[in-house]
């Protein structure tokens, strides 16, 4: 059974640091194509940050370009995302998402196993 497992929210200062953990069960996650996910309060998920499968580069949306980097740790069978220079434009929930299919698109159709979520506030 595909399982995401999140962790790593929580509330952060403008201009600082958070570091967003998606631990994966069921499933090689290096070997699928993943996703990190927003959702602000009544608006659609929308797309992040995503990894290709086996190492095949990564996409960013043009509003965290630079500051925030995707990453996985096979051995974990982890997904990270690393967010720096936080600003409260970036309060959301946060989810992980994998794949429908063995393709990195930025429509939130295109996965059908998601993470429960995780809040992150950022606020002074």
């Known amino acids: 059974q595909v399982q995401l497992v999140e962790s790593g929210g929580g509330v952060v200062q403008p201009g600082g640091s958070l570091r967003r953990s998606c631990a994966g069960s069921g499933f090689a996650l290096h070997s699928s194509a993943m996703a990190w996910f927003l959702q602000a309060p009544g608006k659609a998920r929308e797309f992040v940050a995503g990894?290709?499968?086996?190492?095949?580069?990564?996409e960013y949306s043009d509003s965290v370009k630079g500051r925030f980097t995707i990453s996985r740790d096979i051995a974990k069978n982890m997904l990270t995302l690393q967010m720096n220079n936080l600003t409260p434009a970036d309060t959301a929930m946060y989810y992980c998402?994998?794949?429908?299919?063995?393709?990195?698109?930025?429509?939130?159709?295109?996965?059908?196993?998601w993470g429960q979520g995780t809040q992150v506030t950022v606020s002074s």
């Open positions: 998402a994998r794949s429908k299919t063995l393709f990195l698109v930025q429509c939130a159709a295109g996965y059908d196993s």
């Open positions: 990894i290709r499968r086996l190492g095949a580069g990564s």
